[in-house]
């Protein structure tokens, strides 16, 4: 993406988003500009008031005050200007106080529309896609980087409020002096001419930073998968000295990014005051304009410099967020816009006949073919094993039936109706899904057990299916019951109970059809033929397929898919009897 066309791009996200708040900022900050530059130059009758000497000198701003006023049938004196200027200054205090918080909400309503169009995107995405993406990159856009955008775009309107402060002053400084006022505009567009190379280093440093981060966030979601390995092993000081280099990298590289920002800054300001020296010395000297003209002169002059200072800083802090924004956008161009109500529904397909695999071919990306003209016939409620070795596509079967992988040919058929993408979401609401590695939300026990179900669920219900996979006893154990919170729950539950809360989240969910993926690997001979027992009644209202490469499941399967060959699959059908 060409730097110029992503600004473009970017500037129009920016207008798109709540247009009339973008311009009613802009608005106040104009009228902040011209309030602000015409509160110095109202000093200047003022000065000519309380300073002795200074009665006869004028100049054209003070005629066009003293007009004005005159026509507005108002006497300028010394209480009057005051009067005006404590109305004045109070009504820039409330504009300011208004922009203030306009802004401030106009950016954070940006960050959570833009996180949640994001979320929205990731969350209903295709399951290829999902399966070929970065975790760690999601969450350091949807953490770290949309609110990197937002203070990309608050630097682009701060950019534009320092060009209309700086406009205003220039303006009312050439009614004053014309010379010295080009003098001065002209010193400032040299320096930033001559400073633009701490821009292009602002803009190397933000692409570093973002892929520093990056590396910490992985190496903390890897260690946080590792941590137990690293007690067991005393390997402790390894992983910290490891964090430890990744954590300084980036503290110098915050350090040499503050100081990219600071030098222009410095540069600036030592700039700013000698040049207001060499007008003062020239104004006082050469006796250029009247006395309290150009007292006020030095005072927009002190105005304008830190204005210059403020727009390169501005500028400098955007192109180092280019990379942040750069990471959202294209996070937003890669998932397509879902519609994420199209997908919720009450109905479901019942599954009272069959499901029919016909002539399914499958492959995943750079491998050969994994599925070839694949048929197969699951009839309604059965218990159905799907066996084979490792790698020869047990897995992926169940993800084709659920919709999650698209074969390359062929088609499978739920009661005569093709399950194609329209179909899908009506077909998955009533599926039950259980892998092999249960997990669970950090939450509530009872959070855990009904987070996935489209329905109310009654504390009654809960425990019925509890009971039914022999996990009754692991919410009974805990002070609070269903409400104790699980954070870390690989700590809290063995292998096993895990695998029979996730089998009762399942249960919960009422599915026509069960797919489960290694769903007794971790249990005991005696749990094992309880949850096989609890299955066989089931069975009688739901369809289940079991992937399983224990042979010791099988007697209660009424019919088996065996995976033979790699590349080729075969579907006898063998009956075994209890």
Not at 53 to 77: H, V
């Amino acid at each position: 993406m060409k730097i110029d066309s992503f600004f473009t791009e970017s500037l129009l996200m920016l207008l798109r988003f709540k247009t009339g708040k973008l311009v009613l900022l802009f608005i106040l900050t104009l009228l902040l500009g011209l309030f602000s530059g015409f509160s110095i130059v109202l000093l200047i009758p003022l000065l000519q008031l309380i300073t002795p000497g200074t009665e006869g000198q004028s100049n054209q701003i003070a005629i066009f005050l003293n007009d004005l006023a005159q026509k507005a049938g108002i006497q300028l004196n010394l209480e009057s200007i005051l009067v005006i200027y404590v109305l004045l200054l109070s009504i820039m205090a409330c504009l300011q106080l208004w922009k203030s918080l306009l802004g401030a909400n106009y950016q954070q309503k940006l960050i959570y529309k833009i996180r949640h169009r994001l979320f929205r995107k990731i969350i209903m995405a295709d399951w290829k896609l999902l399966n070929n993406r970065s975790k760690t990159n999601h969450l350091q856009v949807l953490s770290t980087e949309v609110p990197n955008l937002a203070d990309y775009f608050f630097f682009i309107l701060r950019v534009f409020t320092g060009l209309i402060m700086t406009t205003s002053y220039i303006a009312w400084a050439m009614l004053v002096s014309v010379k010295f006022t080009v003098f001065i505009a002209f010193i400032g567009f040299f320096l930033f001419i001559l400073l633009r190379k701490y821009l292009f280093k602002a803009f190397h440093f933000g692409e570093e930073f973002v892929n520093s981060y990056n590396h910490l966030l992985k190496y903390m979601d890897d260690f946080w998968l590792t941590v137990k390995i690293a007690k067991v092993h005393s390997s402790e000081k390894f992983y910290y000295k490891k964090f430890t280099a990744v954590t300084s990298s980036l503290l110098e590289l915050e350090y040499r990014m503050q100081k990219n920002h600071a030098l222009p800054s410095f540069i600036y300001k030592i700039c700013g005051i000698l040049v207001l020296v060499i007008v003062i010395y020239i104004g006082y000297r050469f006796d250029l304009i009247p006395l309290t003209s150009f007292f006020i002169l030095i005072i927009l002059f002190s105005r304008i410099y830190p204005q210059f200072t403020s727009i390169n800083n501005d500028i400098s802090m955007i192109i180092t967020n280019l990379a942040s924004v750069k990471m959202v956008m294209q996070l937003d161009k890669d998932f397509p816009e879902p519609n994420i109500d199209s997908r919720e529904s009450s109905m479901s397909i019942p599954l009272t006949k069959e499901i029919d695999i016909k002539d399914l071919t499958f492959t995943y990306p750079g491998e050969g073919k994994l599925f070839k003209n694949f048929n197969a016939k699951i009839p309604a409620f059965n218990l159905i094993g799907i066996i084979g070795q490792s790698g020869r596509g047990k897995t992926t079967l169940i993800d084709l039936i659920a919709g999650l992988q698209v074969p390359l040919s062929g088609e499978i058929k739920v009661d005569g109706i093709r399950l194609d993408p329209k179909i899908l979401p009506i077909w998955r609401s009533g599926i039950g899904y259980l892998p092999q590695d249960s997990f669970f939300i950090d939450g509530s026990l009872r959070e855990n057990l009904v987070w996935d179900s489209h329905r109310n669920i009654s504390e009654l219900e809960i425990r019925k299916a509890l009971e039914q996979v022999n996990a009754l006893h692991l919410a009974d154990r805990f002070p609070k019951g269903l409400d104790e919170e699980v954070v870390n729950y690989q700590f809290h539950f063995s292998g096993g109970e895990r695998q029979r809360l996730a089998l009762a989240r399942v249960l919960l969910r009422k599915p026509k059809i069960l797919l489960l993926d290694e769903a007794t690997s971790s249990l005991d001979e005696q749990n094992e033929k309880q949850i096989m027992d609890l299955l066989a009644d089931l069975k009688s209202a739901i369809t289940i397929l079991f992937v399983t490469h224990r042979t010791s499941v099988l007697p209660w399967c009424d019919k088996i898919i065996q995976i033979e060959k790699e590349y080729e699959v075969t579907s006898p059908k063998k009956d075994y009897a209890d």
